[in-house]
Every structure is written in C-alpha cells, then in structure tokens.
C-alpha cells in the first residue's frame, strides 16, 4: 500500500513494510551531468506529479577492481531513501547514515538497513548516495573540490527542510558513517558549509589522520586523466563530454597503474584541503574547537586489518592466508614497518623500537608471531591512533566525547579475521542474518539468538547517543566520557567491558612518531 507525503517540493509515496515506511530513491539534487559534472551539486527543484518511491535511485558510478559497470550505476546518482516508524508529526531523533568504501565504490541504497534500527529505536533514518571517484573528487584549478562531501551537505540541507514531514526532527540530526563514510564524518565537521546541519556525529574506523587529506596523488591522477582519454590537458569542456562508463573505465585504468609504494593512500580520488570546502585539516579544526557543539562517539574495531583476508576466505583459499603469514618473518616485518618509518621521516631505529615496544607489550597475553605484530601496527596507524588523537582534540572541547572499541571476533575464522574492518556493520543495522557472503565469513550463521542479543545491544547504544548525545544504556556498564586521564573506552562485545587506556604502551609509543 502507498503511503503519501505532503513535502516543500511535492507530493511522494512511498511504501508501507511490515514495521515501518519507507521512502526510496528520492532525489535530492539535480543531477551532476553535463555541464553540472565537475560542479557543486544544486538543489532539486518543486515537481508537480506524485514522486514514486518505491524503489532505490541508481548507484553512482564506481571503481569495482575493473571487472565492469557496477550495477543499478549512472551518474545520475544523487538519491537519498527515507525510513520511518510513521510519516507523522512527531519529531523523532534522526540518523543520516553515510557509506563507506574507499570514496570509490559502496551505496546508500543497502537493502535491510531500515527494518531493525528505525523501529526499535523509533527514529528516522536517511541514507545517502553521493559522487565517488573522479566524479566526486576530480581535482583541477578553477573547479569546486570535494564535490561528493558538498552532495552530503546538499542531502543534510534537504534533510533540514523535509524530514519533519516524515516524522523526523532536523533539529536532533546525527551523522554517522563507517571507513571512508567515518572519514566523511570527521570531514564534515571540519566544514563551514556544514554548520548546523547536524548535532552529533559518530565516526566508525574513519579518521581524521592528516596524510588522508595530502593531495599530490589526486592532481597526479586528474591530469592522468585526460591522457588515459587523449584530451588536451585542461580541456574540461571535452572531458564533460565523455560518455561516464568512458570515464568511469579510465579511472579503473589509473587505479590500475598505482604503485602503492609511491602514495600513502591508494585510491587518490578523495576529500582534500581546500579554502572554500575544508579550509583546515580536520584534525586541526577540532583541536581549535570548531565542532565544539558537536557530541562525539568515535572508534574502530580491534582487527582492522585482518579483513585483507576476507576475499580469500569467500574464495576457500584459506591454506593461502596461512602461507602469507608464514612468509613474515621477523626481516619482513621490519622492513613493512620501517616503510611506515620513512614515511615520518623515522628510521630503521625507530622501527625496531616500534616492533619491541609491541613485542613487550603483548606478551603472554596476545600473539607476538611477526604477522600478528604486523596486522596490529597498520591497524593502529591506519585507524587507532588517529582516532585517539580526534577523541583527544574533541574531549578538550566538548566533553561528551565517548571512544570504543569494537571486540566481536568472527565466530568460524577469530584468527584470521578477528574483529575485521566491517564486522560492525550487521550489528548496528541487524543485518546479520540476511544473504551476503561477506557478512556469513564473518558473524556466522549458526549462533542467529547471540547475534540478535548482541546487535540489539549495539543498536541501543547507537540510539542512545542519538537521541541525546549519550551513548549510555541499561544493557551497557555505566560509559564514562573519554578525558585525556583516563582514556575510558567500551570495549564493544557480547559482554561488553570499560577499560581505562586500553593498549596504552602501543599508543604511547606513536607520540614521537605522529
């Protein structure tokens, strides 16, 4: 049955499933072809017909490791969907949810993403598709930078101007993303342009490291580009006029051609410092109080990095992560983290240290193979220490600022995969037990009444902090705020733990690194 809303620009309908409505594929802006690629995106203009939706809008175009179009892909992208116990008057506390995937690939169109959070918390919940790649972050003198971070402040200010008629309040909005969508997080609070859209914001192993925002690799990859197309180098009326599946094959083109060793980051289209965007690194914005209005809950989880080993679990190449591992030895290793060392202008010295401060540290209580030791310290440079280091900055100047640390370890491959990159995502949506090969590898599928248990615990804490800036609730130990005294966090698991500085010798030993 349709379920018709009454908007600023026109009448929508939408659907009723069996615990909440939703709204799907809703257009937001005008889409950013032709003479509008490259552009900051506009405001969608009043309709006189009623809207349909009742499906997803298309995904934008996207890096898929080369192997074709993305499916349901066009640059005309720009869509949102709505979920809501009830398109009513009530004003419920809403959640913007922002995808991940590296600025090149993923979508706000995920099916199962408003069954389980929307009605149990009895919130509204956004979520957005913007422009990834080249389309978002095309990087050339005279053109708007971070164009796909401007289509979220353009989705936040629709958000603002319609939620209420979808029983949603924009004025207890929260922000919340994961991987390069946490990134987009901390982005966000670092942008003029978007004060006072949102209220809290929760980062998920997503930084505001600031090596991610160097953008030497993004204007080598768009002049690339013109020549992976033979167009003269600053010909942006030609490159306007490529067919984007031809633009979306030559970006896979310049991806495939990155040495990784030359960039600290490997896909080099995304966010940047940029005066009219985000004029100041993020980091530095919220250590000089920028976001000081804005609650915090912020964290990673423990295995960040195991999740290299998720594709060759899907394919039953198991015997092959065990050869990899085998392969580090204690050379290995110290050559992997002396890269990281030159990279800060460190030595092989302050490697070998790095290594024996992690070594001591962990003995007899976790594994110090020089694999282990290897997942461990990218995890912490790659996510851990810059996200002490925001939760450090914010709590000086907003003290409801609370930091965790995901613990679930994946059930049938805890050592290899551990608490891995992603594992957090089926519990705070309660999607674990719906089809996808990457979400089975990872929570299972014989344990279904510990997985809902814990995900509902999950859920709740979200809610909480959304609804007001605590993330604290009966299923919980009482959460303290995060201050540099104590460093409090919440190890998040089905039996969920505070510790004070948890792994405290490894962070202190990146203070004289970055």
């Not at 499916?71 to 913007?96: F, G």
């Not at 708007?144 to 008629?165: F, S």
């Not at 991987?179 to 006072?196: C, D, E, I, N, Q």
């Not at 089926?426 to 510990?450: A, S």
Request: net charge neutral; hydrophobic share 35%; aromatic share 10%.
């Amino acid at each position: 049955m349709g379920i018709l809303v009454n908007t600023s620009l026109g009448k929508i309908e939408g659907v009723q499933e069996s615990n909440h409505q939703s709204f799907l594929g809703i257009r937001y802006a005008k889409p950013p072809v032709n003479e509008l690629r490259f552009c900051a995106p506009l405001p969608i203009e009043a309709w006189d017909n009623i809207y349909d939706a009742s499906r997803f809008g298309q995904n934008a175009p996207q890096y898929d490791g080369g192997q074709g179009v993305f499916k349901n892909s066009s640059e005309d992208c720009l869509y949102l969907n709505v979920y809501t116990p009830k398109a009513d008057d009530a004003k419920r506390p809403v959640m913007v949810w922002i995808h991940g995937g590296g600025f090149v690939f993923g979508s706000g169109a995920t099916v199962g993403y408003g069954k389980k959070i929307v009605p149990r918390g009895n919130i509204v919940l956004v979520t957005v598709n913007y422009r990834l790649g080249v389309f978002g972050f095309f990087n050339w003198p005279g053109l708007t930078k971070n164009n796909g971070l401007l289509d979220q402040i353009c989705a936040l200010e629709w958000v603002r101007d319609n939620i209420r008629y979808f029983g949603g309040d924009h004025n207890n909005l929260t922000i919340f993303g994961q991987s390069s969508g946490g990134r987009a997080v901390v982005s966000l609070l670092a942008m003029p342009s978007a004060k006072g859209l949102f209220h809290k914001a929760i980062p998920q192993s997503g930084t505001a490291h600031p090596y991610a925002y160097d953008d030497t690799p993004g204007k080598k990859a768009s002049k690339d580009l013109f020549d992976v197309l033979g167009i003269k180098i600053g010909d942006i009326d030609s490159l306007r006029e490529v067919d984007w599946t031809e633009l979306n094959n030559a970006q896979h083109q310049i991806f495939r051609k990155l040495n990784p060793k030359e960039h600290r980051i490997l896909f080099p289209f995304r966010p940047i410092i940029d005066d009219k965007t985000i004029p100041v690194l993020p980091l530095d914005a919220i250590r000089n109080g920028f976001a000081k209005d804005i609650p915090l809950l912020i964290g990673n989880t423990l295995d960040e990095r195991k999740v290299y080993n998720r594709g060759l679990i899907r394919a039953k190449q198991i015997e092959l992560v065990h050869k990899r591992h085998e392969k580090i030895d204690e050379a290995s290793l110290l050559r992997y983290t002396n890269k990281y060392m030159k990279f800060y202008g460190k030595t092989e010295k302050d490697a070998k240290k790095l290594i024996e401060t992690y070594k001591k540290a962990r003995k007899g209580k976790l594994s110090i193979e020089p694999y282990e030791i290897g997942y461990v310290i990218n995890t912490d440079e790659a996510y851990r220490i810059p996200i002490i280091r925001t939760a450090e900055a914010q709590c000086q100047n907003q003290q409801n600022t609370y930091c965790y640390l995901f613990g679930f370890e994946s059930p049938l491959y805890k050592d290899l995969l551990g608490a891995c990159h992603t594992i957090d995502l089926p519990f705070i949506f309660g999607t674990y037990d719906l089809p996808n090969p990457n979400t089975e590898i990872m929570v299972g599928r014989d344990n279904i009444e510990e997985l809902e248990t814990f995900s509902n615990l999950v859920m709740d804490t979200w809610i909480s902090f959304a609804k007001n800036g605590n993330p604290n609730h009966p299923g919980l130990p009482n959460w303290p705020k995060y201050e540099l005294n104590n460093r409090t966090t919440m190890i998040l698991k089905p039996n969920p733990e505070i510790v004070n500085a948890p792994m405290d010798e490894e962070r202190s030993a990146w203070e004289n690194i970055f």
